[in-house]
C-alpha cells in the first residue's frame, strides 16, 4: 500500500524558516517524480514544487521561487521542502504528493499524504 | 502564465443525473490535463490524468475529454458519493496550475 506522511508543519513567525518532510512507502520512491502541492483555508489547492527521481530535474512555482527548496534522499524513502522568509500567505496544508506517470516530473499526482499544516503568523 | 478557467462554480443536480464540468486554458496544454476530486478534510482524489486516462480504482462513470485549451469531465450517473468539488490541473509549460473548481451539490 502506498502511503505518504507529512511532517514538520507549525505555527512560525513571518521571515522564519520552517523543514517539512515526507516519508513514503509501499512503493519504489526512487522510480517516482514528487510533488509539494498546499492548499490555504477554503482555498484550492496550489502546486509548489515538482523533483524528478533523481533529483536532476526541479521546479518551482514563482509565488515561492527564490524562498523554497525542495530536495529528497532516496536511501531514505523521503521527500523535503525548505521553505525560508515565510510569508503570512504561505498559511496551507502541506501535501507531499506521488507524480504520475512515470517518468514525467510536472504531472498529476496519483497519491497524497494527509498533510502537515503551516502557520505563519505574527 | 497559462490560466485555467472551470465552469460552472456550481452545479446542482441529483443523484442518477449526468453531470458535465468544463475546464477551459487560456492556452494549449495539449493533453496534459488532470481531474480531481476533493471532499471535506480530506486530499485530493486523482480522476483522471493526460485528458482521458481514468486512475487506479476509479469508476467507469467518470470520463475525461478534450484537448487543447477545452476539456471536460463527465460524470455519467451520479452517485451520493460524488457530491464533492472538482479541479482541474494542467502541466505544461512545467507549472502544475490548478483550476478554481467547481462544487457539484446534491439539488
Known amino acids: 500500500e502506498v502511503q505518504l506522511v507529512e511532517s514538520g508543519g507549525g505555527l512560525v513567525k513571518p521571515g522564519e524558516s520552517l523543514r517539512l518532510s515526507c516519508a513514503a512507502s509501499g512503493f519504489t520512491f526512487s522510480s517516482y517524480s514528487m510533488n509539494w502541492v498546499r492548499q490555504a483555508p477554503g482555498k484550492g489547492p496550489e502546486w509548489v514544487s515538482s523533483i524528478s527521481s533523481n533529483s536532476y530535474y526541479i521546479y518551482y512555482a514563482d509565488s515561492v521561487k527564490g524562498r523554497f527548496t525542495i530536495s529528497r534522499d532516496n536511501a531514505k524513502n523521503s521527500l523535503y521542502l525548505q521553505m525560508n522568509s515565510l510569508r503570512a500567505e504561505d498559511t496551507a496544508m502541506y501535501y507531499c504528493?506521488?507524480?504520475?506517470?512515470?517518468?514525467?516530473?510536472?504531472?498529476?499526482?496519483?497519491?497524497w499524504g494527509q498533510g502537515t499544516l503551516v502557520t505563519v503568523s505574527s | 502564465e497559462i490560466v485555467l478557467t472551470q465552469s460552472p462554480a456550481t452545479l446542482s443536480l441529483s443523484p442518477g443525473d449526468r453531470a458535465t464540468l468544463t475546464c477551459r486554458a487560456s492556452q494549449s496544454v495539449g493533453n496534459y490535463l488532470a481531474w480531481y476530486q476533493q471532499k471535506p478534510g480530506q486530499a485530493p482524489r486523482l480522476l483522471i490524468y493526460?485528458?482521458?486516462n481514468r486512475a487506479t480504482d476509479i469508476p467507469a462513470r467518470f470520463t475525461g475529454s478534450g484537448s487543447g485549451t477545452d476539456f471536460t469531465l463527465t460524470i455519467s450517473s451520479l452517485e451520493p458519493a460524488d457530491f464533492a468539488v472538482y479541479y482541474c490541473q494542467q502541466r505544461s509549460n512545467w507549472q502544475g496550475i490548478f483550476g478554481q473548481g467547481t462544487r457539484l451539490e446534491i439539488k
Open positions: 493526460d485528458a482521458s
Open positions: 504528493a506521488r507524480v504520475t506517470p512515470p517518468p514525467s516530473v510536472v504531472a498529476a499526482s496519483d497519491y
